[in-house]
């Protein structure tokens, strides 16, 4: 793929990922053929902030948990009420590195 869409890409969505896997990321792109590129752009990723504010208005209900994809833990944050609150709490500081883990997956599998 071209390096200014590489670069273009990461740019615009830098904010998505962990720092540690921006590196290996740019690699994948370079890499990755041209066809592959409209189906890179119409991947589902959320924005961290935004699942933060869902977490701390939802979280109570797992609404964040099935938001990233993870149905299991969601289902369990549901039925606790949040882990009576403390699940919740916790999800207040994690959540936000959980989103961009599951990012990355969804990105890994156009690469």
């Known amino acids: 793929m071209d390096v200014n869409k590489v670069d273009m890409y990461l740019m615009a969505n830098a904010r998505y990922f962990l720092p540690q896997h921006i590196n290996y990321l740019r690699e994948s792109l370079l890499k990755l053929d041209d066809s592959r590129w409209i189906m890179l752009n119409t991947a ?57 883990e599951r990012n990355m997956e969804k990105i890994q599998r156009f690469l």
């Open 44 to 100: 589902d990723i959320h924005d961290p902030g935004n699942v933060l504010l869902v977490s701390i208005f939802g979280g109570k209900l797992g609404i964040d948990r099935f938001m990233i994809g993870d149905v299991g833990l969601g289902v369990a944050k549901l039925l606790t009420c949040g882990g009576f609150l403390i699940w919740w709490l916790v999800d207040l500081f994690l959540i936000q590195d959980a989103t961009r």
